[in-house]
T-cell receptor
Framework: KAGVTQTPRYLIKTRGQQVTLSCSPI?????VSWYQQTPGQGLQFLFE???????NKGNFPGRFSGRQFSNSRSEMNVSTLELGDSALYLC????????????FGSGTRLTVV | AQSVTQLDSQVPVFEEAPVELRCNYS??????LFWYVQYPNQGLQLLLK??????LVKGINGFEAEFNKSQTSFHLRKPSVHISDTAEYFC??????????????FGKGTKLSVKP
């Protein structure tokens, strides 16, 4: 069965712009989580959605937001981009949540210039 | 709050040698523990997980890990590594209490480099 699909794979944006990243989970998975990965901070939790509701949220500014649709697909949005937002953004899906382990997508590499 | 410490940022090892990647966690409540692997330009792949029961957990690709509650450790081991095991390995923890779960918290990662 198809894995977790993230689009686009690579993105270059200018400071001040906004960006939307997309994640299609494995069919049947209802939980989608987003992580930011940087060399300095490592993997940091952004938020988790379950059946269209945000279930958990990490310690990121309000410029970072997300949503989940009825088909479990999820998007995350970053407004007013800063240079420090350059990172690999990973989406992960699971049927229930962390307990059973996540399946990760290959990520979207965002570069802010 | 819980935290995860991976004691070695880089581990070089020769092919066919054994390897141990160390992970310690901190939590005041019960935890679930995981190891993930990340190959270059890819996402993370689940290697193994400890939820309950036997403290020795076997995973994919010949890896295993042992949960030690008294030492709050969850070290990853493989008796004989291959070149293809070269990757970054992440230990992760999530707490669970009263039917609820916390977020998945990752360590900083250990880069395993297998040399011929």
């Amino acid at each position: 069965k198809a894995g977790v699909t993230q689009t686009p794979r690579y993105l270059i944006k200018t400071r001040g712009q906004q960006v939307t990243l997309s994640c299609s989970p494995i069919s049947g998975h209802r939980s989608v989580s987003w992580y930011q990965q940087t060399p300095g901070q490592g993997l940091q939790f952004l938020f988790e959605y379950f059946s269209e509701t945000q279930r958990n949220k990490g310690n990121f500014p309000g410029r970072f937001s997300g949503r989940q649709f009825s088909n479990s697909r999820s998007e995350m949005n970053v407004s007013t981009l800063e240079l420090g937002d350059s990172a690999l953004y990973l989406c992960a899906s699971s049927y229930w949540g962390q307990t059973y382990g996540y399946t990760f997508g290959s990520g979207t590499r965002l570069t802010v210039v | 709050a819980q935290s995860v410490t991976q004691l070695d940022s880089q581990v070089p090892v020769f092919e066919e040698a054994p390897v141990e990647l160390r992970c310690n966690y901190s939590s005041s409540v019960s935890v679930y523990l995981f190891w993930y692997v990340q190959y270059p330009n890819q996402g993370l792949q689940l290697l193994l997980k400890y939820l309950s029961g036997s403290t020795l957990v076997k995973g994919i690709n010949g890896f295993e890990a042992e949960f030690n509650k008294s030492q709050t450790s969850f070290h990853l081991r493989k008796p004989s590594v291959h070149i293809s095991d070269t990757a970054e390995y992440f230990c992760a923890v999530t707490v669970h209490y009263g039917g609820s779960q916390g977020n998945l918290i990752f360590g900083k990662g250990t880069k395993l480099s297998v040399k011929p």
